[in-house]
């Protein structure tokens, strides 16, 4: 006798499932109803990646002897299942689907690879094991010319931007709108970080192709801690110009940020 096609509350039960790993709940489900193993949620998630996506590996395991595509990408950032995991999972999940014959070389939507993706992620031991097989590189470019330096330097922990440093990244690249580490740091409410960055000597004098300082870009970003590292070590002309005229106390009238344009003021902006 025919299973009877799975509706749509069968498929948010098994992608329930599949999230919280209860492996006997996803297959009786699929057991008593016919499901299309490459259906996507809301998120447009395969259910091969919400369980990667929470190293569930038994569960990935049952999805791909049921017939799931190990290279099913979401179509919105063109993930496969080993890109996620490289971002958001475990070693030991990242392997098993090695195991399985996943594409290592493969890119999402951005043209970033799973080394690009472990970078993101400050994901170390995963860096660390593609280092040791050789499916890295250092110079690789993603679709804003971003390095995975360029990226580690934007959101990542010192010890990634240390380790990548031993590796001899490129510390002085810079992304195809011309911003390099320290702006990119400027971003982020981190003085650590750029104090690194300053040490191992990264240029804080870079400016983007629209002539913005770092100073510009944590004004962007309200981050207050980081303006004031960088006036207070005359990092950053306080009165520098963007090719639009706006300087770093126009910003902060425009982000309506009192502290920040009390902290310019006090600099003579």
């Given at each position: 006798?025919?299973?009877?096609?799975?509706?749509?509350?069968?498929?948010d039960?098994?992608?329930?499932?599949?999230?919280?790993?209860?492996?006997?709940?996803?297959?009786?489900?699929?057991?008593?109803?016919?499901?299309?193993?490459?259906?996507?949620?809301?998120?447009?998630?395969?259910?091969?990646?919400?369980?990667?996506?929470?190293?569930?590996?038994?569960?990935?395991?049952?999805?791909?002897?049921?017939?799931?595509?190990?290279?099913?990408?979401?179509?919105?950032?063109?993930?496969?299942?080993?890109?996620?995991?490289?971002y958001?999972?475990?070693?030991?999940?990242?392997?098993?689907?090695?195991?399985?014959?996943?594409?290592?070389?493969?890119?999402?939507?951005?043209?970033g690879?799973?080394?690009?993706?472990?970078?993101?992620s400050?994901?170390?031991?995963?860096?660390?094991?593609?280092?040791?097989?050789?499916?890295?590189n250092?110079e690789?470019?993603?679709?804003?010319?971003?390095?995975?330096?360029?990226?580690a330097?934007?959101?990542?922990?010192?010890?990634?931007?240390?380790?990548?440093?031993?590796?001899?990244?490129?510390?002085?690249?810079?992304?195809?709108?011309?911003l390099?580490?320290?702006?990119?740091?400027?971003?982020?409410?981190?003085?650590?970080?750029?104090?690194?960055?300053?040490?191992?000597?990264?240029?804080?004098k870079?400016?983007?192709?629209?002539?913005?300082?770092?100073?510009?870009?944590?004004?962007?970003?309200?981050?207050?801690?980081?303006?004031?590292?960088?006036?207070?070590n005359?990092?950053?002309?306080?009165?520098?110009?963007?090719?639009?005229?706006?300087?770093?106390?126009?910003?902060?009238?425009?982000?309506?940020?009192?502290?920040?344009?009390?902290l310019?003021?006090?600099?003579?902006?």
């Amino acid at each position: 006798m025919a299973k009877p096609p799975a509706k749509n509350e069968d498929y948010d039960d098994l992608f329930r499932a599949c999230a919280e790993r209860k492996l006997e709940k996803v297959k009786q489900l699929m057991t008593s109803r016919t499901f299309d193993i490459e259906k996507r949620n809301i998120k447009d998630e395969t259910l091969l990646l919400v369980a990667t996506m929470r190293d569930h590996v038994d569960v990935m395991q049952f999805l791909l002897e049921n017939g799931a595509d190990i290279e099913g990408k979401c179509t919105n950032y063109q993930q496969t299942p080993l890109l996620a995991a490289a971002y958001f999972s475990n070693l030991q999940t990242f392997q098993f689907l090695e195991s399985r014959g996943a594409n290592i070389d493969a890119v999402d939507n951005m043209n970033g690879d799973a080394f690009m993706r472990a970078v993101d992620s400050s994901n170390l031991e995963l860096m660390k094991y593609l280092v040791s097989t050789g499916k890295f590189n250092l110079e690789r470019r993603n679709s804003n010319g971003k390095t995975p330096w360029i990226k580690a330097a934007a959101k990542t922990s010192i010890e990634v931007k240390k380790y990548l440093v031993e590796l001899g990244a490129n510390i002085h690249a810079t992304d195809k709108y011309n911003l390099g580490a320290m702006t990119l740091a400027a971003r982020r409410s981190d003085v650590a970080n750029c104090k690194y960055l300053l040490e191992i000597g990264v240029s804080h004098k870079v400016l983007s192709y629209d002539r913005e300082t770092p100073l510009h870009h944590a004004c962007y970003c309200n981050n207050l801690d980081t303006a004031r590292f960088l006036l207070e070590n005359g990092l950053v002309d306080v009165n520098a110009k963007t090719k639009r005229g706006l300087t770093a106390l126009d910003i902060a009238w425009r982000k309506h940020n009192t502290d920040l344009k009390t902290l310019l003021l006090r600099f003579c902006a």
